[in-house]
T-cell receptor, first 109, second 115 residues
Framework: LAKTTQPISMDSYEGQEVNITCSHNNIATNDYITWYQQFPSQGPRFIIQGYKTKVTNEVASLFIPADRKSSTLSLPRVSLSDTAVYYCLVETGANNLFFGTGTRLTVIP | GAVVSQHPSRVICKSGTSVKIECRSLDFQATTMFWYRQFPKQSLMLMATSNEGSKATYEQGVEKDKFLINHASLTLSTLTVTSAHPEDSSFYIC???????????FGSGTRLTVV
């Protein structure tokens, strides 16, 4: 299983762009990279998934370099409601998910 | 989108009693569901994988006789915490894969407090 490493915490002011980078050096050829968001006392929520290059949806962008050993979640113009824990996961064909430490993002007014 | 419904959201039980937590996939079938436990300020820890029609697979260190898992249908998995003790107090979360490119869907979690 590919282990992921992320910063434990980050702070950002409202309205700024936030980039959270995750390293996954042992990612396998068939693995996808998925990011989840978790608020206190709630289950994680899917944000975005990608395999390579760039993926964008209505809430975030995901940048994956050619070697795929890292990925960066980009949240444009964060608001207070984006304060949460963000998890980077490598999804394998083994059909299970192991969560790393996650990044606790705090958005400051 | 795909929804996983988890009940109850909160439960308080006395030490020594058993508690059942239900996890239902509302609009898709799930042959496999996953159960996690999360302590305050910590990450999710996978406890077991629930397989429809067969025995669950438990992660190392998880007592299968204490955490009974039943996956009797393609839309329902249950986790029963037997003979609960205060150290079992935690946040329990289930998940399933609805397929497609939207990752896994998680239940809203169950806060178990054993007194």
């Amino acid at each position: 299983l590919a282990k992921t490493t992320q910063p434990i915490s980050m702070d950002s002011y409202e309205g700024q762009e936030v980039n959270i980078t995750c390293s996954h050096n042992n990612i396998a050829t068939n693995d996808y990279i998925t990011w989840y968001q978790q608020f206190p006392s709630q289950g994680p929520r899917f944000i975005i998934q990608g395999y390579k290059t760039k993926v964008t949806n209505e809430v975030a962008s995901l940048f994956i370099p050619a070697d795929r050993k890292s990925s960066t979640l980009s949240l444009p113009r964060v608001s207070l409601s984006d304060t949460a824990v963000y998890y980077c996961l490598v999804e394998t064909g083994a059909n299970n998910l192991f969560f790393g430490t996650g990044t606790r993002l705090t958005v400051i007014p | 989108g795909a929804v996983v419904s988890q009940h109850p959201s909160r439960v308080i039980c006395k030490s020594g009693t058993s508690v059942k937590i239900e996890c239902r996939s509302l609009d898709f079938q799930a042959t496999t569901m996953f159960w996690y436990r999360q302590f305050p300020k910590q990450s999710l820890m996978l406890m077991a994988t629930s397989n429809e029609g067969s025995k669950a697979t438990y992660e190392q260190g998880v007592e299968k006789d204490k955490f009974l898992i039943n996956h009797a249908s393609l839309t329902l998995s249950t986790l029963t915490v037997t003979s609960a003790h205060p150290e079992d107090s935690s946040f329990y979360i289930c998940s399933a894969d609805p397929g497609g490119y939207y990752g896994y869907t998680f239940g809203s979690g169950t806060r178990l407090t054993v007194v």
